[in-house]
């Protein structure tokens, strides 16, 4: 007794280290990650004149918001955010929807080029947008879809990644799931949308959390679509604060990046359960 008591004493003195040591890199990493947000946050609170003398500085000598007066004095944001919120959202929705029905397809539906289809599936995670651009947008413009919300959308209404994920997440479900609710009467659209996509809760919102912020911080797709401010994003509205005939007045571009960051970063506070859960591949 006395050494089982002994052997279990020193497993629970050599276990304390291990878990502090994983704490102590845990909050380095964090602190390499949130440094730059934090820099970017203290500089929006500060004067020019202050980030002229002071550039290093990591706090403010007197906080001030004026550089978030200015953001919204100059630009309509609300409105920029309305439009970038829809667009971001639409996509991720749209994604979801196509990738479940192209996801059970290929994981749990028999036929003729099934691997074939899978491998370009997979191909397609290999080719940058900026590829395919060019046809893109002349595809658009015949149609005279440039300057709307639809041109902004339809181009990623499909995601390969989507699929990819999906596809994965359905081959761990059991095949006698689907077999029961075929022999209930359920049609495949019932089985792909009511029974197998709760199931799948965690990986969709992964797909749509990555989706959001691919779409919603994109500068480049709006920029090359957009020739005015009909749907312009806040990204790009963003960037006009730069001004680079007078100067950059970094205290007010940093500003406007603050206000672009915060519903990122409250829809990652509200779904970070199900984004952990998605990554560590747990439907």
Known sequence: MAGTWCGAWRLSVRRPP?????????????????????????TSLKTL?????????????????SAYREVFELLPVARYLAVSLATATTIGLLQIVLA????????????????TAFALVVACLLVPAQVTFVPVFLMLSKVSLTNTFAAL????????????????????VPNEIIEAARLDGASELTIIYRILGPLLWPTLVS????????????????LVMTT????????LGIA??????????????????????????VLFAVAQKHLLRGVAGRS
Do not use: C
Request: charged share 10%.
């Open 18 to 42: 291990s878990l502090v040591g994983v704490k102590v890199l845990a909050s380095f990493a964090a602190a390499v990650w949130l440094l730059p947000y934090g820099w970017m946050v203290t």
């Open 100 to 115: 479940l029905p192209a996801g059970y397809a290929l994981a749990k539906l028999r036929f003729v080029g099934r691997k």
């Open 207 to 222: 797909i749509f959390l990555v989706s959001f912020v691919f779409h919603y911080a994109d500068y480049f797709w709006p």
């Open 153 to 172: 959308v339809l181009p990623f209404a499909a995601s390969a990644l989507g699929t990819f994920l999906v596809r994965q997440a359905l081959v761990a």
């Open 49 to 65: 004149g202050e980030i002229a003398r002071h550039p290093a500085a990591p706090f403010p000598e007197h906080a001030q918001l």
């Open 228 to 235: 005015d401010e009909t749907v312009r994003t806040l990204p």
């Open 240 to 265: 006009l604060l730069k001004e680079p005939g007078s100067g950059v007045r970094w205290h007010v571009v940093m500003a406007g990046n603050v206000v672009l960051s915060a519903p990122v970063l």
